[in-house]
Nanobody, 126 residues
């Protein structure tokens, strides 16, 4: 079993930055993929990006490329989402998720993530 606890959400003005954290406890696997997703009111949950715990490979959604960065700290069992140049359209509840599926690449399919954090609100004002 894997447990995820997120922190770091809040309100920021457009152009500002926030960093979200997701701390993992329970069993972890070398093939672990960690994903960040977001869901705005009335919209489907979408991928922001993901990282493979072993090796640090990352992928990002098109809307955040060049602005958001995912990193991990194995000593702290924590994954970070650094969000820069925030826009009002980035407003959403942000979730971290974990997949222990053994693959050679980072998992981006939301349906392959069985473990989820509680979500944290990010609000970007114009």
């Amino acid at each position: 079993q894997v447990q995820l606890v997120e922190s770091g959400g809040g309100r920021v003005q457009a152009g500002g930055s926030l960093r979200l954290s997701c701390t993992i406890s329970g069993r972890t696997f070398s093939s672990l993929s960690m994903g960040w997703f977001r869901q705005a009111p009335g919209k489907d949950r979408e991928i922001v990006g993901a990282i493979r715990w072993s090796g640090g490979s990352t992928v990002y959604g098109d809307s955040v490329k060049g602005r958001f960065t995912i990193s991990s700290d194995s000593a702290k069992n924590t994954v970070y989402l650094q969000m820069n140049s925030l826009k009002p359209e980035d407003t959403a509840v942000y979730y971290c998720a974990a997949s222990t599926l053994s693959t050679a690449s980072v998992i981006t399919n939301i349906h392959l993530y069985p473990y989820w954090g509680q979500g944290t609100q990010v609000t970007v004002s114009s």
